[in-house]
């Protein structure tokens, strides 16, 4: 059955570029979307027992945070993913395709590990700052994006070779990423963990005294 449809007018049973790029869409919406839940203070009643709890921040904060996003975001999303391809394509095609949709899960769920110095669901947050125009605006030139990328990727499926150096450049963008995220955990700034969100004062006070002597408190 599926061989005839491969033949006849269907194409969603045959490897395409538009399911190519829909699935690759599913992953930046996915794991994005769960990063930026992560941040959305959830549980801010917690906050005061991570506080006054010796907490260690850099690598365990990080491990503890890359288990959570790769568990809520990239795990589900790559496993539906398996579901749909196996059940379209022939096992090649399919389990290429999810090979290289699990590299750009892994590259992209590390990108949006750096910097992230946060415990999930209990830092809170300014209003305002989401910045949903410009995600907005990346959204639609990361269409265009994979609209240019995804050919090569239908291509690389045909080709072994071809398939082989995309592996390989996908790998050296993941490793790279998670060096990158790791070295940020290791960084001074992480060891402090982030619990509240402040703005930056529009004036810094030098709180200079008098013969260095403090005023007295009203």
């Not at 921040?57 to 990080?62: R, S």
């Not at 096992?91 to 110095?117: D, K, M, N, P, Q």
Request: charged fraction near 15%; include cysteine; charge should be neutral.
């Amino acid at each position: 059955m599926r061989e005839l449809l491969n033949e006849g007018d269907d194409p969603w049973f045959a490897p395409n570029v538009p399911l190519i790029v829909a699935s690759v869409l599913v992953f930046f919406t996915g794991i994005i979307g769960m990063r930026v839940v992560m941040s959305i203070p959830l549980e801010l009643r917690a906050n005061w027992i991570f506080q006054i709890t010796p907490v260690r921040g850099g690598p365990a904060t990080l491990l503890a945070n890359r288990q959570a996003l790769y568990l809520l975001g990239l795990v589900p999303i790559w496993s539906a993913s398996a579901i749909l391809f196996f059940s379209l394509w022939t096992w090649r095609y399919a389990a290429e395709h999810l090979l290289v949709l699990a590299l750009i899960g892994i590259a992209l769920t590390e990108l949006c590990l750096s910097g992230f110095y946060k415990i999930p669901f209990t830092c809170s947050y300014l209003p305002g700052k989401s910045k949903a125009h410009m995600a907005f605006q990346a959204f639609i030139w990361l269409i265009f994006v994979l609209a240019w990328v995804a050919p090569i990727e239908r291509r690389a499926l045909d080709n072994p070779t071809q398939m082989a150096r995309l592996v390989l450049v996908l790998s050296s963008l993941a490793g790279l990423a998670i060096w990158r995220a790791s070295a940020s955990a290791r960084s001074a700034e992480a060891t402090r963990l982030q619990f509240e969100e402040e703005p930056t004062p529009a004036i810094f006070a030098l709180d200079l005294h008098r013969d260095g002597t403090p005023p007295t408190s009203a």
